[in-house]
């Protein structure tokens, strides 16, 4: 699966590595260049963890990440309204089929998922969960259980 | 009315003074302490420092008893998620964000967030109006913004001037709503209404066809 992350701090470049190391096309986004260190770089030089530098909340910055044929999109910067300006902003205007938002105020997790985006607190059980749900990259991304976009109706 | 105010800059402060004179009940808060205490010495206790969009802080806001949130922070993820927090969680019945970047105008409109104010359509705007030449206005967008009203003036010289309404051939859709005089006369136009050189002219018309109306009604002859 095209898969998008948006925030390369320790949430974002565990889930890089695990998904990359399911074969999935991983594309990582990140405002700040230094924090691009923490992906692992061989994985990054082989080309398997695509990097962009950029503001994620730009919608240049999506496109240039790929998010127009992009499967799943998670945002998991440190700011949880910027997780969930970037989640609806991809739902809006990309109909990106997936998208997941991280957050630490679990009232926010609420009212976000009442915006029909799917939000998740805490790394390592986010970590776990979404690659529970994720099939390896060479099945076709309908086997995929993320965040059913249009069947909440929410937006 | 109680009214809370999210951002206390150069909008959220002059707002909540004009609020407060005019009777209404206001409380401003502000993720930067600089800025909070700055209007808490002008206004005093009806601001703090604190995050909108976090429950605690609305909360204490008194966001429960708002008729009205209002969303003016630098920061468009901010205004966003704060309105859906206050109409969410605290059932506040109105809100009003600005959306400073002009492409998350239409994520804010769709997020449910009651007036969304697209700051760089506002300042475009204005320049614009400023201009020598007759530029298009985009005063109003309505409908979703599917149609917009405009407002453009007819050159001297102007390939419609002296013809009657009627015999327009405008885009598709496209209404002239009132027509202004250079001595500022009003009218609303009917079919056999003739055109005047520096005539302003209101419009509706649908976005996508904006231009052409422009185009149409600024021709040189």
Request: charged share 20%.
């Amino acid at each position: 699966m095209k898969v998008i992350i948006v925030g390369s701090g320790s949430r974002g470049s565990a889930l890089a590595r695990a998904l990359a190391d399911k074969d999935h096309e991983v594309t990582v986004v990140e405002i700040d260049h230094s924090r691009l260190s923490t992906l692992p770089p061989a994985r990054v030089q082989s080309g398997d963890i695509r990097t962009i530098t950029g503001d994620g909340t730009r919608a240049a910055v999506l496109e240039d990440a790929g998010i127009d044929t992009a499967d799943i999109l998670f945002c998991l910067t440190g700011r949880d309204s910027v997780n969930g300006l970037i989640t609806q902003k991809a739902r809006v205007l990309y109909k990106t089929r997936s998208v997941v938002a991280g957050v630490k105020d679990p009232r926010m997790k609420q009212v976000l998922e009442s915006h029909g985006i799917v939000a998740v607190d805490g790394a390592a059980a986010m970590t776990e969960r979404l690659l529970s749900s994720i099939p390896s990259g060479r099945q076709e991304p309908e086997a995929a259980a993320m965040g059913p976009a249009e069947e909440s109706g929410a937006l | 009315m109680y009214v809370v105010i999210m951002g206390a800059g150069t909008v959220g402060g002059p707002l909540a003074s004009s609020l407060v004179a005019a009777g209404h009940e206001v409380f401003v808060v502000d993720r930067d302490p600089a800025r909070a205490a700055d209007l808490q010495a002008r206004l005093g206790s009806v601001a703090s420092e604190g995050d909108g969009t976090s429950f605690e802080v609305l909360t204490e806001a008194g966001a429960g008893r708002a008729a009205l949130f209002i969303a003016v922070t630098g920061s468009d993820a901010d205004n966003l998620v704060g309105c859906e927090m206050a109409k969410g969680l605290f059932n506040v019945p109105r809100t009003i964000a600005v959306a400073h970047s002009p492409e998350n105008t239409v994520v804010f409109e769709r997020s449910g967030i009651d007036v969304v104010v697209s700051s760089a359509d506002l300042v475009l705007s204005h320049i614009a109006g400023a201009l020598p030449a007759h530029p298009l206005l985009r005063l109003m967008p309505v409908l979703g913004r599917s149609q917009v009203v405009v407002g453009l003036k007819i050159p001297a010289g102007g390939s419609v001037v002296s013809q009657p309404v009627g015999d327009l051939s405008l885009p598709y859709g496209a209404r002239l709503i009132l027509i202004i005089s250079s001595e500022g006369r009003t009218e609303v136009p009917g079919g056999d209404t003739i055109l005047e050189a520096e005539d302003e002219i209101i419009a509706l018309v649908p976005s996508e066809s904006a231009e052409a109306l422009w185009e149409t009604l600024s021709e040189l002859r």
